[in-house]
Each structure stands twice: as structure tokens, then as C-alpha cells.
């Protein structure tokens, strides 16, 4: 049988060197968070059983097709929606259970971007004034603090001083986008969250724009959690990345590593639906197909069955356990620690 | 040597009649052989659209005015021919596809409604058995069914589909796609260039493939025409540009892409913003952020032909692959 990973190439290169192991206790974590929505036709799981953390100085990347869910995450982890199951946790404390200044703080210290850089900046606000907001909301800075907060931030995205008494619709979708993030750290945030911040742009925006998000990981130790349909910015934004196919997790594990060896199936057919940057590049071994199924109805056992070239019997009876292996984490049959079987 | 399908040349679109008037377009010109696919790429704002557009006469009554040259559809100019006969180009011999299918579809018709009515004018018999079939080879699951669906009710990869499916109802010579997949996650995008591909063999199709997504272009296309502030700067074999970029714009937006083969401390960046209408700067203009400009770059540059079918319009040619990026 053929491994799913069989035509992959791993392209040695000079890498980004390895940062530090993860310092001190998790910014924020999910405990085998769930989320199920109540629909016509029943409960809708958009999200089971999600345990991850972020953790200071690190980013995590978490993958998958449109509709895995990925923006239910995002969402209660800002507790913009509660949880059904499980939790997130700020330093250690459910969010449900946060005094109000632990809120305030865990407000400060999480700092969305969004996808859309034309409806998260209001138009009628000169920058200076959208990115002020916060601070100046918390009372605990003076004017003048507040203000060189603002060009400060605004030169940490690449942007000139001047940029703060202009408004947005000045600017083109690359510069709203650092106008965005430039708001996102003046309170000083410990980690970003970041929902397909660069997928609306165009090509040479988008790196100009990785490139400050890695800049402000290295530079100042900022956590990030970025989410993502691109495995390929994934792999040059992210240290570790969570794989999650109809609300569960199956696979974990570095970057370097998932983009190369998966272990997964569907890691495997996320690879070779990732583009080519190069026409000669070998075919890969699994490409996707099929639909996504209704997570109102998902499939029995392993939900990914439908889809799967390796599945078995067992695969359409028994749903997988998210396993520890030497390479990371993974819910499949048929990957044991040894790998691939 | 067969004809071209569609020769363009000298396409100039300006805002408005002027001739001081600023232009969208600056002497655009390129040939597209039947059955090819010509990927045409560039950031946003180059001119992709625009050119899609005049290629059926679709550009806004300013933009119509202040259009000059020549696109030649199979020997007639499409820019002077009577109404009549473009309504039948636009109706049998070349679809479009956009980046966006509701706005190419009525929210309030079912599909079963939109597809009919294409198939009819495409002179089709047995609408209802023709349109299942239709639905059929554009991968859509129960198509019975789905044909008295609306477009609301369908994810973002099947409207898109059914756009094609629209599209491909009077098997046209030409389809132009407009960044079609580029609001579609990783694996439908897959899945969709996948089904053009089988169509485009299926109806011995010519494609003109817009996109910003060099990948989308490796996969899809045979030629390929880098597109900068209205010009075309560089243009040859996808697999020759790919290995052996020469222009420094095209080399500069290769290597700025990630990849998920290996990750770079930092990607190469282009800085800056293209320029906008109107601001085109002299001569090459690149030269405002080009890594390898010199004092020449400031008069147009020379259009070099590097190996058949490689042209480029630069002063420098960068012939080495290390030679900047
Ligand atoms: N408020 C809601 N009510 C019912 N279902 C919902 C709700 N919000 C999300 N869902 C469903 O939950 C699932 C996950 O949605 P989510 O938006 O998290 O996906 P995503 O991974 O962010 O997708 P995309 O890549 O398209 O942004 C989908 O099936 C979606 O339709
Ligand atoms: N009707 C019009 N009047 C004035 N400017 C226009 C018109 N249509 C397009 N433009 C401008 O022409 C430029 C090229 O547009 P377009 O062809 O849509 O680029 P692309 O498809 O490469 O993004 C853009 O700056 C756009 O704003
Ligand atoms: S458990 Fe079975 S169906 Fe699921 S991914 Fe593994 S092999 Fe495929
Ligand atoms: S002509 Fe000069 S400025 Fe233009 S791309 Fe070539 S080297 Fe750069
Ligand atoms: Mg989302
Ligand atoms: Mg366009």
C-alpha cells in the first residue's frame, strides 16, 4: 500500500533557525473546546474536542478547508461565542470565570486581525483615532503617552507618522491591513490572533505583510495564532500546526514537518491541493476530492472516510483517537507510532 | 503554422476620447493559438480586467471611447465590427467567467431556470435532459435535483461550477476566465482547475486565464504574460519562465511567494505599490522600484526575444538565475 506522503520532496534550504522552546505557561489554551450549533434538522458540531494552547513567543497555525471551522475557533477564543463543551482558558482561568480586571486584562493581552481589512476599520475615523481607541478606552495612559503609542506602532507596520491623521479610505487593502495590525498591538498585546490576514491581497502585499507579522514574533516575542487554508504560509509563519477536518482535530505537529511528511490523509491531500510555485514540481500523491460533508450529518467513524483513498472497514465503524506519536499528534487507523502502516 | 485565434495588438484603453487622456492599457499585444491556455498575471490594478473585458467589447462607454488598436477574433476586428455579429461571437464563440458567480447569476432564477435558458440560445434541444447533463460534467452531486435550486442555496465551489456549466452551454472556442478560484479555499480551488482542465480537453477550448496566483498558472496554463501597470513586461512557455524568469519584476514576484517546501527567514519582497492609473511613471515603468534599474530605465526599454516565444521588455535582462531576488 502506498504511503500517502510517497512523492512529497523535502527541499533542503536555508531554514529560519529553530526560535527557543516555548516559554512559561500558556497565554491562552482550549480544553477539549466544542461547539454545536442549533439548526433546522438538529445540532450542528462546528467544533469537538479542540485541546491547543499558545504559549509566549510561539505561533501555531491552524488548517483546513473552508467550513472545518476554523472561524467558530477564532471566535470563542475571543469570546465573541461561548462554548457548548470544554473551555478557553487565560493564564490558567476559564474565561467564563475572569474577574473583571482579569477580563480587562486578557482584553489587552488578545488582539485580533481580521480577513477583511475594508469592514474592520470604520471609515469615518482618522487613523490616529482608530488606533487610539483602546488605549485611550482603558484611561490608563495620558494623552501624550497615547499618541506616541500611535506612531510608534505605526512605524513597527512599515507605515510613516503622517499616516495617523489621514482615514482609511486614503489607503490602499495592503495599508489598511498594517493600519489593522498597527491598532491590534498599541495595547501592547501577548498574543495575536489572526483569521486569513493577508488572503484578500494581493501577491507582493502578502509578503510585505508575513514578513512584519515575523518581524514582530521575533522582535518582541509575540505569540500568534494563525489561521489559515494556505499551507504554504503556514509554513513560513508558523512553528507548530494543527490540522482540523469537520470541527476535530487530526493532525499536530512542527511545520517543517506536516509540509513535507504528513501523517494524515487529509494533511496529505491539503499538500497536494497546495499550489505548485513550480510547474515541475513531482504530482502528489493524494489529491482531494469529493465534497465536504454536511457537518450537520458527518460521516460515522472516521469523518474523513468518504474521502479517504486508505480507508478500511474500521475506518467507517470506530472513530480514530487523537494519538501522541515521536512526530506529533494524529487520528487516523492507520498511523501508528512507528508511522504509516 | 495555424492562425491565431484571437491577435491583439497596439490595445490602448484610455479613460475618455482624449488622446492626452490617461490609459489603462499601454500597447498591449499578444497572440492566443486555438486550444491554448495564456495565463495573464499581475498585481491588482495591472490592467488584467480591462484587457478580459475588451475582448468582448465589455468595458464601461468611457473606457469603449477611449479604446484604440486591434483584437482580432479569427481575422475580424472585434473592435469595429458590426453589433450584430459581436452578439454572436459573445453568444457562441467566446464565454467569460468572473471571480465572483453571483454576480454572473440571477439570485432569484433557479438554476435549473439560468442553465435552460443558456442552453437554448446555444441551440440546444431537450433542455431539461441537456441541463442534467450539463450539471453532470461540471461534478455537481443529484443534479436532478439541483436544478430546481437557487444560486443562495449552493456553497462558493458549486456556484462556480455552475457558472462554468453556464459558461460551456454553447461550447465556445474561447473561455475567459477571470480570477476564478481566487475566492475559493486550497482544495476547491484544486478541485475546479481540475474540472476546467477536463473541460477545456472535452470541448477543445482556447482559455485566457486571469489570475494574481503563479500557482494557478502552473498548473493550468501553457503561456504565460506578466502584466505591469498596463504593459505586458514579460511573456513565453510557463515552464520556461518558471525555470528561467528574466524580467526583474517577474523574478521579484516568483521568489516572494511562500512555499510549503521550505520556509525562508524572510520572503523577498517587492517594496512599494504598483502605480496607480495616471501615474505611470517614464520610460520602464518598473524603474521606481526595480533592484537592477540603472539610468536607462528611465526611456522605454527594448523588447528583447531571449529563446522563441521568450520576450521580455527590459533594459536588463536578468539572465542568470542568482543574478538579484
Ligand atoms: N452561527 C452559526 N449557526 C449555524 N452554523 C454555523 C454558525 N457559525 C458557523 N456555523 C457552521 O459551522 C461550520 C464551521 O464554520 P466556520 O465559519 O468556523 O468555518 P471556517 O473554517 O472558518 O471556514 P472558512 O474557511 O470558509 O472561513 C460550518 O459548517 C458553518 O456553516
Ligand atoms: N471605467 C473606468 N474608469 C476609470 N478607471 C478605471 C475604469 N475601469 C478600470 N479602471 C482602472 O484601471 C485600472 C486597471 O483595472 P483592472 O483592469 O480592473 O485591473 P486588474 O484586473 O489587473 O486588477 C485600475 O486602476 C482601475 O481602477
Ligand atoms: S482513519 Fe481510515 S479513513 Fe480516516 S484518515 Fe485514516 S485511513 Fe483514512
Ligand atoms: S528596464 Fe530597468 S527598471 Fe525596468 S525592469 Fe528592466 S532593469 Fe528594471
Ligand atoms: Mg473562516
Ligand atoms: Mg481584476
Known sequence: MKSPDRALRVVPSPETPPRAAPAGPAILETRRLGRAFKVRGGLLHALSEVTLACTPGTSLGIVGESGCGKTTLNRLLLALDQPTSGAVMFKGKPLSDLSRPELRAYRRAVQPVFQNPYSSLSPRMKVRRIIAEPLSASGEMTRAEIDARVIEVLEQVGLSADVAERLPSEFSGGQRQRIAIARALASRPELLLLDEPVSSQDISIQAQILNILKDLQEDYGLATLFVSHDLATVRFMCDEVVVIYLGRVVERGPAARICTRPDHPYTAALLAAALPADPAAPPTATPPMGELPSPLNPPSGCAYHTRCPFAQEVCKRDRPALKETPRGQVACHRVTAEGWT | ??????????????????????????????????????????????????????????????????????????????????????????????????????????????????????????????????????????????????????????????????????????????????????????????????????????????????????????????????????????????????????????KALLASVPSTGHAPHRLPVIEGAPPAVGHRPEGCPFHPRCAAASAHCRQAPPRTELRPGHTLNCWHPQEHPHEIA
Open chain 2, 1 to 250: 503554422m495555424t492562425d491565431p485565434l484571437l491577435s491583439i495588438r497596439d490595445l490602448t484603453v484610455r479613460v475618455g476620447k482624449r488622446a492626452d487622456a490617461p490609459s489603462i492599457l499601454d500597447k498591449v499585444s499578444l497572440d492566443l493559438m486555438p486550444g491554448e491556455t495564456l495565463g495573464l498575471v499581475g498585481e491588482s490594478g495591472s490592467g488584467k480586467s480591462t484587457l478580459g473585458m475588451s475582448v468582448l467589447r465589455l468595458t464601461s462607454p468611457t473606457l469603449t471611447a477611449g479604446t484604440t488598436g486591434r483584437i482580432a477574433w479569427k481575422g475580424d476586428d472585434i473592435l469595429t465590427m458590426p453589433n450584430r455579429k459581436l452578439r454572436h461571437i459573445r453568444g457562441e464563440e467566446i464565454s467569460m467567467i468572473l471571480q465572483d458567480p453571483m454576480a454572473s447569476l440571477n439570485p432569484v432564477q433557479s438554476i435549473g431556470t439560468q442553465l435552460q435558458e443558456a442552453l437554448r440560445r446555444g441551440g440546444k434541444r431537450n433542455l431539461s435532459a441537456a441541463a442534467e447533463a450539463a450539471l453532470s460534467e461540471v461534478n455537481i452531486p443529484s443534479p436532478a435535483e439541483r436544478l430546481r435550486a437557487f444560486p443562495h442555496q449552493m456553497s462558493g465551489g458549486m456556484r462556480q461550477r455552475i457558472v462554468s456549466a453556464i459558461g460551456l452551454a454553447q461550447d465556445p472556442e474561447l473561455l475567459i476566465c477571470d480570477e476564478p478560484t481566487t475566492a475559493l479555499d486550497a482544495t476547491i480551488q484544486y478541485q475546479f482547475l481540475e474540472l476546467l482542465k477536463a473541460l477545456r480537453a472535452a470541448h477543445h477550448m482556447a482559455m485566457l486565464f486571469i489570475t494574481h496566483d503563479f500557482g494557478v498558472v502552473a498548473r493550468i496554463c501553457d503561456r504565460v504574460a506578466v502584466m505591469y501597470a498596463g504593459r505586458i513586461v514579460e511573456t513565453g512557455p510557463v515552464a520556461e519562465i518558471f525555470a528561467r524568469p528574466a524580467h526583474p519584476y517577474t
